[in-house]
């Protein structure tokens, strides 16, 4: 807390921030807002801390057995980021700290993994974790995976899980092993292993409206999340994917500022990834503001990744920088799965790039993948005529891609949006699919149709669900 009260005091004498002459290394930015300029050192105190931190977090949500010093394994970090602000994303924010020029930090995303073993057993926790202010932690990700007899292999656990790339030369080795992962598929999309659809996936989208009331009043959110619990909670979905979520310094009411730890305490079987698509800056006292998406899982999540979708920045319909998530997951029936989400620009330039470049990482992709979010987009706009394959754009023009709504529904609307005004008339949500003969069988899709409008509604838009087997 104090460090920020100490910078804004200083910035209040700026008219505006400094610039520092030089191109800008685009490589290095995180996501729209941020520009991550050093991986510092923290101090030896505070990686403990928040290693202990991430420890007693996965200790309340999964059944770990007891501490014991010998059986925690090495902590590897992959990745220390300091968040540094930027207007324009070529150069960081400024503050003239008693004679001092510094760039404007807003705290850390501290990404590493843990190894717990019990017995002969283990997990393998990853965690990404913001701290901002100072001396608070928010997890933005957690995943992990349970293996059995760890100490019997050599080789690098994760990059047996992780590239599914590698998959023809693991797959026959696990159809075999007795040291196959206790909770994941003996099948791993081997045709030789798999087992016939007994079970099903359901996955979700929702776009939850950030942090938004419907007075002015901050402290009606808690009241507002009431609504979305009750709404996640009667499905209980195994993939949830959600846009606007967010990190609202001094929002929040009384359940605080970021909106992962919202969701993650109801959701506390799930694993989470989150990936915000910007940083801005409230005002200097108010603090930052992040939003992005997120997905959560009862599944093993094996991987994940992010990239910035196109953006404009002389439009003003595209003011926010967006993002798509991918994560890949493991059911134990039908395999490796990739889930992708986004919530795309208002701008009509930035939705066409975007989808084009959405498809060019998918077309790639092997097995089956699902495309959900909040597209800003109707289903006759081009941008999601392209997504089925229906015209081409940029010289691309997608193959098994199809919008399940109208694949199941082709004559209902479908309506999603919009709840707050009560008068649902359009269908921006959506969940597409690319799939492959053999692999997931649709089942059913669903509108959740919430009862709620106006102030008693959980959101501005419905959730969707469908049903694979
Ligand atoms: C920074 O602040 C100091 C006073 O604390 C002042 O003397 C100096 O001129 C300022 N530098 C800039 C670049 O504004
Ligand atoms: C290891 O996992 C297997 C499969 O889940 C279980 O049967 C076994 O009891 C576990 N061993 C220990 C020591 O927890
Ligand atoms: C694992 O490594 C140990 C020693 O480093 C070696 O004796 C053993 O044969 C290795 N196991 C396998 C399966 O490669
Ligand atoms: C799947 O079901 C079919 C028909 O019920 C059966 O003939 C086949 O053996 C089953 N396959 C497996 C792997 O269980
Ligand atoms: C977990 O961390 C390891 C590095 O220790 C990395 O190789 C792996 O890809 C990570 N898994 C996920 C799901 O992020
Ligand atoms: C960006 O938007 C501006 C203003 O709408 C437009 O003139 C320009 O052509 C756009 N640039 C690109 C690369 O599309």
């Known amino acids: 807390m104090l460090r920020i009260f100490v910078a804004a005091t200083i910035i209040l004498s700026f008219s505006k921030a400094i610039t520092i002459v030089g191109e800008p290394d685009y490589t290095k930015i995180l996501y729209g807002g941020v520009l991550p300029l050093d991986e510092s050192e923290d101090s030896a105190d505070e990686s403990k801390h928040i290693i ?17 010093e010998k059986e925690f394994k090495r902590v590897s970090t992959i990745r220390k980021l300091t968040l540094y602000f930027t207007y324009n994303e070529e150069v960081p924010y400024i503050v003239n700290n008693s004679g001092t020029l510094q760039a404007f930090n807003f705290g850390k995303l501290h990404t590493f993994s843990f190894q717990w073993s019990c017995g002969g057993n283990a997990s393998i926790h990853n965690f990404t974790i913001a701290t901002y202010p100072m001396g608070t932690h928010h997890v933005y990700s957690h995943t992990y995976v349970r293996v059995m007899k760890i100490d019997s292999f050599n080789v690098s656990l994760d990059s047996k899980y992780a590239d599914s790339e590698t998959k023809q030369q693991i797959e ?12 994941m598929l003996l099948s791993l999309h081997s045709k030789s292993c798999r087992v016939n659809c007994t079970s099903s996936i359901s996955v979700m989208t929702y776009n939850i409206w950030n942090t938004n009331t419907f007075t002015k009043d901050d402290k009606q959110y808690p009241a507002r999340f009431k609504l979305l619990e009750k709404v996640l909670l009667d499905e209980l979905p195994d993939i949830i994917t959600f846009q606007e979520v967010r990190y609202e310094h001094f929002k929040g009411g009384n359940l605080g500022p970021s909106q992962m730890k919202h969701l993650s305490d109801i959701l506390k079987s799930y694993q989470f990834v989150y990936a915000p698509a910007q940083l801005d800056i409230n005002s200097v006292y108010k603090g930052k503001t ?7 899982s009862r599944f093993p999540v094996i991987k994940y990744n992010s990239f910035l979708l196109f953006r404009n920045r002389s439009n003003s319909a595209d003011v926010n920088q967006r993002v798509c998530l991918h994560v890949q997951i493991l059911h134990p029936e039908h395999g490796l799965v990739h889930i992708l989400t986004t919530h795309l620009s208002l701008s009509h330039e930035a939705r066409e790039e975007s989808v084009v470049q959405i498809w060019r990482y998918i077309k790639g992709l092997r097995g089956p993948v699902l495309l959900t979010g909040d597209f800003n987009a109707e289903p006759q706009e081009k941008a999601m005529r392209f997504l089925r394959g229906e015209v081409p754009l940029k010289g691309e023009r997608t193959c098994g891609v199809s919008d399940l709504w109208t694949n199941v529904y082709p004559l209902s609307p479908g309506f999603t949006f919009d709840c707050v005004s009560g008068d649902l008339v359009k269908r921006i949500d959506f969940i597409f699919w690319r799939n492959f003969p053999g692999n997931l069988q649709i089942k059913d899709i669903r509108i959740i149709q919430s009862k709620g409008k106006g102030s008693k509604a959980a959101s501005d838009h419905l959730p969707v669900v469908a049903m694979f087997c």
Do not use: K
């Open 52 to 68: 202990q931190f991430a420890v007693s977090f996965a200790r309340r949500r999964y059944n770990l057995c007891e501490i014991s």
């Open 172 to 183: 026959e080795p696990w159809c075999r092993e007795t040291w196959i992962p206790s909770d």
């Open 290 to 296: 992040e939003e992005g998406v997120a997905v959560f």
